[in-house]
C-alpha cells in the first residue's frame, strides 16, 4: 500500500478532523495557503520569447511571423489550459546576428524566458542557437532554413523544412526539365552558400553542370545589372537564385533587361509583394514553397486560413502558417507533459507524431527538424499556381536546351 503524502492538502485535510478545534483552524488555513499557492502557480504566465524580424532584410517574413503568431494566441486563449497562459515577448533582432544575439541574452538573463521561437532568418538562428543550447533553453525556428541548423543542438528545433529538401526538390525539377548548363546567383551568408551548395550536389553529373556560380550581398542592387550581363555570355539553360525575395525581384528584372533567356528557379521565400514588383520579368519563374496551401481542405488549414482572413482581411502565406504551427507546438508539448517546464516541453516536442498543423502534419525527426516536402509553383500572367496544374492546363516552360 502507497504511503500518503503527509504535506499534501488532501491528507491535512482529512487528518484535521481527527485533531482539536484550535489545531483544525491551523491546519485549515495551511490547506487555504496552499490551494492559493496552486493557483497562483497554476495561473503563471508562461514566458515565451519571440526573436523576430521587425526591421531588416526579413521584415517581410517578421510580419507574417507575428501575424501567424497571434492567430495562434487568440485560439490558445480561447480554448484555455496551459496555452492560455502563455506570454509573448517580442524582440526585433533587425535581421542582423548579432543584434539576434543581444536580444536573445536578454531574454534569457533578464526576463527569464526558457522557451524561444525564433529567429526568422538562418544567420540569426544559427547565432542564437548556441546561446539557447548551452542555457538549455529550447529554440524552435518557425522559418529558418539553412542545413547547418540541423546540427545546431539537441535544445534547437524547427517546423520550417529544411534547405536539403528544397535544394533537392529545384535540382531534381532542373533534371526532368533538361538542364544541362546552370549558372548559381546565391546571396553572401549561410542561406545562400547552404542553398547552393545542396542544388550543385544534387544537381550535376555526368551530362550536367553548374557552369558560373557568383554570389552577391545583400541589397546590392547595384550589381544585379552586372552579374546579369556576366550570365547573358555563358548563355546558361537555367538560373538559380538562392537570395530572399526583394533581392530575386530585382534580378529578375536584371535579367530580363539583359536578354537573359533562361529558365529562373528560386528559393521558398519569394513572396506575392516580390512577384508584384518584379512585373513581366517573373512571368515563368519557378520556385518552391512549403506544404502549406491555403485552398486545402483539412480541417486544421481551414480553421488557420478562416481565422487568420477574419483578424488581417487577407490570405496567409506560408510563413505566418509555420509560426501559427510553432506557438501550437510548444503548448501541445506543455499539455503533454503537464508542464511548462523546458525539460518536459523538449519531451514533449520529441514525442509529437503528425501533429496536424496548419502548414501541414508535423513530426520532428532525431535532429529536431520537421520533414515536410515543398510543393512547385510557377508564376502564370502575373500571379503564382501550383506547378502540376500549370502543367495540366496545357502550361509549358521554353527551356534553351530544348530548343
Known amino acids: 500500500m502507497r504511503t500518503p503524502d503527509r504535506s499534501s492538502p488532501l491528507f491535512l485535510a482529512s487528518a484535521s478532523t481527527r485533531l ?3 489545531a483544525r483552524g491551523l491546519v485549515r488555513g495551511a490547506v487555504l495557503l496552499a490551494t492559493l499557492l496552486c493557483a497562483a502557480g497554476c495561473s503563471r504566465p508562461v514566458l515565451v520569447g519571440v526573436v523576430v524580424s521587425d526591421t531588416g532584410a526579413a521584415a517581410p517574413y517578421g510580419e507574417k511571423v507575428r501575424r501567424g503568431l497571434e492567430v495562434a494566441l487568440d485560439d490558445l486563449r480561447a480554448a484555455g489550459g496551459v496555452g492560455a497562459r502563455i506570454r509573448l515577448l517580442y524582440r526585433d533582432d533587425a535581421t542582423n546576428p548579432d543584434v539576434g544575439a ?13 522557451l ?11 547565432r542564437i542557437a548556441p546561446l539557447c543550447q548551452s542555457r538549455r533553453t529550447i529554440l524552435l525556428s518557425p522559418t529558418s532554413s539553412s542545413p547547418a541548423i540541423t546540427a545546431a543542438g539537441d535544445w534547437i528545433y524547427r517546423n520550417y523544412p529544411s534547405d536539403t529538401l528544397e535544394g533537392t526538390s529545384l535540382a531534381d525539377f532542373a533534371r526532368d526539365l533538361g538542364f544541362r548548363r546552370v549558372a548559381v546567383l546565391a546571396v553572401q551568408n549561410e542561406f545562400g552558400a547552404g542553398l547552393s551548395k545542396v542544388f550543385a550536389e544534387r544537381f550535376e553529373g555526368d551530362t550536367r553542370r553548374v557552369i558560373r556560380s557568383l554570389a552577391y550581398r545583400e541589397g546590392d542592387v547595384e550589381t544585379f545589372g552586372v552579374l546579369a550581363e556576366q550570365l547573358r555570355l555563358l548563355s546558361p539553360d537555367g538560373v538559380y537564385v538562392a537570395g530572399y525575395a526583394d533581392d530575386t525581384a530585382g534580378i529578375l528584372r536584371a535579367l530580363r533587361d539583359a536578354g537573359v533567356r533562361a529558365v529562373v528557379l528560386g528559393t521558398s521565400s519569394m513572396t506575392a509583394e516580390a512577384v508584384r514588383r518584379a512585373g513581366p520579368a517573373a512571368e515563368g519563374f ?9 485552398q486545402s481542405l483539412r480541417p486544421a488549414a481551414r480553421r488557420f486560413v478562416a481565422a487568420y482572413r477574419a483578424r488581417f482581411h487577407e490570405d496567409p502565406d506560408g510563413f505566418a502558417a509555420h509560426a501559427h504551427d510553432a506557438l501550437k507546438l510548444l503548448a501541445v508539448a506543455m499539455e503533454r507533459e503537464g508542464s511548462a517546464d523546458p525539460e518536459s516541453v523538449r519531451r514533449g516536442l520529441n514525442a509529437i507524431e503528425d501533429y496536424p498543423g496548419a502548414a501541414g502534419p508535423v513530426a520532428f525527426d532525431e535532429n529536431g527538424d520537421v520533414v515536410q516536402y515543398p510543393r512547385l509553383f510557377i508564376v502564370n500572367h502575373g500571379h503564382a499556381e501550383p506547378y502540376d496544374r500549370f502543367i495540366e ?5 521554353p527551356v534553351p536546351a530544348a530548343n
Open 393 to 397: 492546363g496545357g502550361g509549358t516552360l
Open 20 to 22: 482539536p478545534t484550535r
Open 116 to 126: 524561444v521561437i525564433g529567429a526568422v532568418s538562418s544567420p540569426v538562428t544559427l
Open 102 to 114: 543581444q536580444v536573445t541574452r536578454e531574454l534569457i538573463e533578464k526576463e527569464g524566458v526558457r
Open 286 to 294: 519557378v520556385f518552391p514553397e512549403t506544404s502549406f496551401d491555403p
